[in-house]
């Protein structure tokens, strides 16, 4: 059958269909197609109880952060207090080499002044091995000019060199990562007097 020829229905029948539709609880649109009911609202029970178990599950959350982060905190204090208790075991186990030196060199009952000598030659070469293994260097400034940062000016004297310059270093010193344990003393040229 074609558009034209289809049969029209009963306008009875589409009233019928009409009223059970809204019997059921569906809309009906103005082109007659029934919708779906819509869904009704949860009761304000329902959602008190929804928002409580959701405060529950935040808290409880929360809780648990909350001691994860102490427990951080707590390790982080022991790791530190651990770092700071044994920072210098490396380098102790290091010293331990020389040590031992010192004592075999110590023990020797008819040692020469040849022996002695060698024997504190070897354990000046442990010692500085040690201090260049963990980066221990050492400030001689013989020749250079004077810097208060690393030199410490335990006199000035006459010098034929520019003046503010070291002339003698009475003891060397060392710096440790760039940061000076102890500055080396140093007497410095002073200027001539005109």
């Known amino acids: ?115 002695f000598k060698s024997g504190m030659e070897l354990t000046l070469k442990q010692l500085t091995a040690a201090f260049e293994k963990f980066n221990i260097k050492v400030i001689n400034p013989e020749g250079a000019k004077f810097d208060p940062h690393l030199h410490q000016a335990m006199c000035t004297v006459n010098s034929d060199l520019a003046p503010n310059t070291v002339v003698q270093v009475m003891q060397k010193g060392y710096v440790l990562n760039d940061r000076v344990i102890r500055p080396a003393l140093v007497s410095v040229s002073k200027a001539v007097e005109t």
Request: no cysteine; hydrophobic share 40%; proline share 4%.
């Open 1 to 115: 059958m074609t558009e034209l020829n289809r049969p029209q229905s009963d306008p009875t029948e589409l009233t019928a269909a009409t009223n059970e539709t809204i019997a059921s609880g569906a809309k009906v649109n103005e082109d007659k197609t029934p919708e779906p009911a819509t869904e009704s609202m949860p009761s304000l029970e329902q959602l008190l109880k929804k928002a409580e178990l959701d405060a529950e599950e935040h808290h409880d959350a929360w809780l648990r952060a909350k001691a994860d982060a102490e427990n951080i905190r707590k390790r982080a204090q022991i790791d530190i207090a651990s770092a700071h208790k044994y920072a210098v075991e490396n380098f102790s186990t290091e010293l331990l080499a020389v040590m031992d030196s010192l004592e075999a060199a110590l023990a020797v009952e008819n040692a020469t002044v040849e022996n």
